[in-house]
């Protein structure tokens, strides 16, 4: 049995919470938060706590906090030489205090409290200074049903730049495509499809290969419309800008793409 004491109570630490107390190998010890209301309604189920110094003995404490109170949080823990994690894509290692065992246990997904998640889709990264605590992490993710991969904090670096392309800049461009066809009273919904087939299709191929659409066909006069019917300066911008990207990457001349001023 693997015990956890978790700390933090945003998106990540709630499903996190969820994920470890359906696991039958892992038990919640505590839960920490600063704000106990953030986490009142669980104590029916786990002893939750809002001070430190209430913390208990536990295999693993894991800091599921915002990436700016990780470094903060760690120097406040009241002992040393326990096993002590992260869950950020973003920050090192060691920028866990040293005094204690340092690892990162990173869910790699976009989390958000009122939607459920099912943990075999989410795969975690970890990494540790020790062998044996690098065991403890790949039990307690396999506990929840996740594929495990064995990640440096570089090659983490890297996968959460990537994650911000495929997850945030992605939304951000539906955002817009939502803006774009509500102002002409068009219902959304009509693009969702798409969304998922697009998503779907590099399941099975590379980004490359699934590319499709005007830019990578050079349709100089589809291009030229879109950009008229574009009304928004910022949306024409990132229109050109992607356009160039996908001529570039397919090799297809980007001189005449370009909107006269």
């Known amino acids: 049995m693997i015990s956890i004491v978790l700390l933090g ?3 990540v630490a709630s499903h996190l919470y969820k994920a470890f107390s359906k696991a039958k190998s892992i038990t919640v010890t505590q839960w920490y938060n600063r704000s106990f209301d953030a986490i009142k309604s669980y104590q029916n189920e786990t002893e939750v706590i809002d001070s430190l110094d209430k913390l208990k003995e536990a295999d ?4 599921a906090v915002s990436d700016d109170s990780i470094s903060k949080l760690s ?3 009241p002992f040393s030489d326990k096993f002590v994690v992260h869950t950020s894509g973003s920050v090192n290692i060691h920028d866990l205090d040293k ?3 340092r690892g990162v246990f990173y869910p790699l997904q976009t989390f958000s409290k009122t939607a459920e998640i099912d943990f075999s889709n989410v795969p975690i990264c ?3 200074e020790e062998r044996e605590h690098r065991s403890i992490l790949k039990s307690a993710a396999e506990a929840i049903g996740s594929p495990v991969y064995k990640i440096n904090t570089e090659q983490r670096q890297i996968l959460h730049l990537s994650a911000v392309f495929v997850n945030n800049f992605t939304n951000q461009l ?3 495509a939502h803006e774009i066809s509500d102002a002409k009273n068009i219902n959304f919904d009509i693009l969702k499809p798409l969304i998922l087939e697009t998503a779907k299709k590099v399941e099975d191929m ?4 699934a590319q499709t659409g005007p830019a990578k066909r050079n349709d100089k006069k589809t291009l030229k419309r879109h950009l008229k019917q574009l009304e928004n300066d910022q949306h024409k911008a990132i229109y050109e800008l992607l356009t160039a990207s ?3 990457t397919h090799g297809v001349s980007t001189s005449s793409t370009t909107r006269k001023s």
Do not use: F, H, V
């Not at 693993?60 to 800091?63: A, D, E, G, Q, S």
């Not at 590379?206 to 290969?209: D, G, T």
């Open 9 to 11: 109570a945003g998106n």
């Open 60 to 63: 693993i404490y894991i800091l």
């Open 99 to 101: 005094r204690n065992k």
């Open 75 to 77: 120097k406040m823990l």
């Open 174 to 176: 539906y955002r817009i």
């Open 246 to 248: 996908i001529k570039q």
């Open 126 to 128: 970890i990494e540790a």
């Open 206 to 209: 590379s980004p490359y290969l």
